[in-house]
């Protein structure tokens, strides 16, 4: 039997963004209550906000995503994170039908109408809706999702005290099959390195790649202190060019240290005087232990501190405004 394609309307993203103080007459205090989600130039409350099971985001994971914190009433490096997400767009022929000042403006409006001035924005673009074929050419109308929510991926005590990592037998996917620079929504490689460390009880999993040096870690780069010095893979090596990552590489600077990227091996993770981890989610947070090995005293060290320190200063200066 022949599936007929789903008929697709057209989203309208560029509908006008009405102001969050227009609130919804006859609404209930259960709907009050539940987080507003933008999809498509509609802003909904999360129990009405779904997407076609045709949609090839869910099918094929045929789609891209970016992670943005906001912190103060301010977005931090918002036009750092549009630009990448352009770039992935572009590298997989995604045509995103908002421009980046409509996609601003809808992410500050979805932010707005959830009254929070903390948290974290998860922007998706799928392929669209299309028939059950692979052909991305079925999906005439790629969609914007933007989910606005509080996120706290480790407790501060974990900050305080450093997190543990191990080395999983699934390596990082190469750039000759899907190149890391794409936050693509197809995860999965990640997902079962993840799987990887909850099965060894760490808080966090060393991926490799194929000539056994660190790529990253399962949703963090990784920066690797000895001597003073401070290292981290390439993005040759299969390192995502993380926003964090690149105010890492700032902070450094201004406490007077360079950044040097290199190959590293597990071994240089072991004897390493200090290491941590950077993302948007994870923030910058200190290693105290691989593969069962201590790092350093076993403590978080000097200068991770110092880079926590001035990094959670730089987030309370964020560039863009989300409230007047």
Known sequence: MVLEE?????????????PADEKRKGATSAEAKQSTIYIDGQFLPES???????????LYGDGIFEGIRFYNGRVFRLEEHLDRLWDSARSICLEIPLSKEEMTEALLETIRRNGLRDGYIRQVVTRGVGNLGLNPMQCRHPSVIIIVATIALYSEEVYRNGLTVVTCATRRMSAAALNPAVKSLN???NVMARIEANLAGADEALMLNDAGNVAECTADN???IKK????????????LRGITRSVAFEVAEELG?????TDITRHDVFVADECFLTGTAAEVIPVI??????????KPGPITGRI??????????GDTQIYP
Do not use: W
Not at 289 to 298: M, S
Not at 308 to 317: G, H, Q, S
């Open 308 to 317: 926590i320190a001035r990094f959670r200063e730089l987030t309370r200066e």
């Open 228 to 239: 003073g010095q401070i290292f981290t893979p390439p993005i040759t090596a299969g390192a």
């Open 222 to 224: 990784v920066f690797v």
């Open 289 to 298: 232990k691989a593969d069962g090995r201590v790092i350093g005293t076993g």
């Open 48 to 58: 009405e906000a779904k997407v076609s099971v045709f949609d090839h985001g869910l």
């Open 257 to 261: 240290m360079q950044v040097r990227e």
């Open 187 to 189: 995860y999965l490689n």
């Open 6 to 18: 789903p008929k697709a309307v057209a989203p309208s993203p560029n509908a006008a963004v009405k």
